[in-house]
């Protein structure tokens, strides 16, 4: 599933500014953080990858829980 974004600008006496809203979605599914810092990568003319300069660590998996030879069965 794709998240649409317009680009937005600001437009200055001396410069101009463009503005991409990142989906609170995407941030949440990431796990970005406020302040966090990001890398821009031109790929292509259609195509930009932002990479993280550090991720955060992947949580621990679940153990699978395993039935214990002297616990009483049901």
Do not use: C
């Not at 500014?17 to 890398?39: D, I, T, W």
């Not at 821009?40 to 259609?46: M, S």
């Amino acid at each position: 599933m794709g998240y649409p974004t317009k680009i937005q600008l600001i437009k200055r006496k001396r410069s101009e500014q463009f503005y991409v809203n990142f989906p609170a979605a995407l941030a949440q599914a990431l796990e970005l953080s406020k302040g966090e810092q990001v890398e821009w990568i031109v790929h292509d003319k259609a195509h930009m990858i932002m990479a993280r300069r550090e991720a955060p660590p992947h949580p621990a998996r679940p153990q699978k829980k395993t039935s214990r030879p002297d616990s009483p069965r049901s």
